[in-house]
């Protein structure tokens, strides 16, 4: 018997099709504009498996589908879905591997720099016929950048910083040993007192949530850059825009909002000192077709009751309790 399984996306990219068709899967899209049907679809169709692209799957659509074997998330974070409602479903969660930290470290390059340089910016009084020659950029060879958590693309990120010259420290109290020309700080504290860039590489968890906040953006130096590709929640945005308002940071680039799309009139998307992007760092041709075809092959182990070999299953330690 195939497999029915709904990717809550308009499209996955031809490398995790060709997997899943292989397999003899019926394949179920969900069209834009019609994410509010999420619910109605997983009650009324015989959906084996979710590939989990672009919506939140809470424990309401978990409940709806019956027959819900397998969650794969296309991606490496797993706060969108309701961990807890899928075990108590007996439903493993799986993420997949490194298939997109290159692509999301080469944005928090770009951001650094864009920000650094004032890219945007210039670029738009360019385009309305200025010439603003005279004004200054940071140079990032030779500066100070904290890394907040160091898993894949963390590290990815660590590299790409080394090569144009910047001194490279880390914060991540679950990992030992740093690469080589990293510095392991004992603290946040520590970290944040010495960085003239700081880079998110934190999952969100309730730990984690605004862990940047006001008191850590005054911790930072004076002129200091902001980036984040990991999750919104990690950062008080509040505090974010009155930190570089005020002129002790210099500005901020976002992958990620606490709250997406950005509202209508959010603070932060007014200020030209912050660069905001709709939260594509792993939206990249490589990064797009190796985490399809890695969350396609999750879903059919999860169902063929297999280990993913891509990845993780999240909720493991949870669903051996239960057992």
Not at 64 to 70: D, F, I, K, N, S
Not at 132 to 141: A, E, H, N, Y
Not at 269 to 297: C, F, K, W, Y
């Amino acid at each position: 018997m195939s497999n029915t399984i709904l990717i809550t996306a308009p499209r996955l990219a031809v490398e995790g099709r060709e997997v899943l068709e292989l397999a003899g899967c019926r394949l179920l899209f969900i069209p834009k504009g019609e994410e509010e049907r999420l619910v109605q679809i997983m009650s009324s169709q015989p959906i084996d498996a979710v590939i989990a692209r672009t919506l939140p799957i809470g424990r309401e659509a978990i409940a709806a589908c019956q027959g819900l074997r397998a969650i794969s998330r296309h991606g490496v974070g797993h706060d969108a879905v309701d961990i807890h409602a899928a075990t108590e479903r007996n439903i493993p969660v799986t993420v997949v591997g490194e298939t997109n930290a290159q692509s999301v470290a080469e944005l928090a390059i770009g951001l650094m720099i864009a920000v650094a340089r004032d890219i945007p910016q210039l670029s738009e009084r360019v385009r309305a016929g200025e010439w603003p020659r005279q004004t200054p950029g940071l140079q990032l060879s030779g500066r100070v950048l904290g890394l907040v958590g160091y898993g894949a693309i963390a590290r990815h990120v660590a590299r790409m910083a080394g090569a144009i010259g910047m001194r490279v420290m880390a914060y991540d109290p679950a990992v030992d040993k740093m690469d080589e020309g990293v510095r392991k700080t004992p603290s946040l504290e520590a970290l944040l007192a010495e960085s003239d860039v700081l880079s998110l590489h934190c999952p969100l968890l309730p730990e984690t949530r605004q862990l940047i906040d006001r008191s850590a953006l005054a911790a930072l130096r004076t002129g200091a850059i902001v980036i984040n590709t990991a999750r919104g929640g990690l950062i008080d945005e509040d505090a974010l825009a009155e930190a570089i308002a005020s002129g002790h940071l210099q500005g901020a680039g976002l992958d990620t909002l606490a709250e997406e799309p950005v509202p209508p009139g959010h603070r932060l998307a007014r200020m030209p000192q912050v660069v905001i992007m709709p939260h594509v760092g792993g939206n990249s041709d490589a990064a797009l077709a190796l985490t399809a075809r890695a969350a396609a092959e999750n879903a059919l182990a999860i169902l063929a009751g297999k280990r993913p070999s891509h990845g993780r299953i999240v909720n493991e330690d949870l669903l051996e309790m239960r057992r």
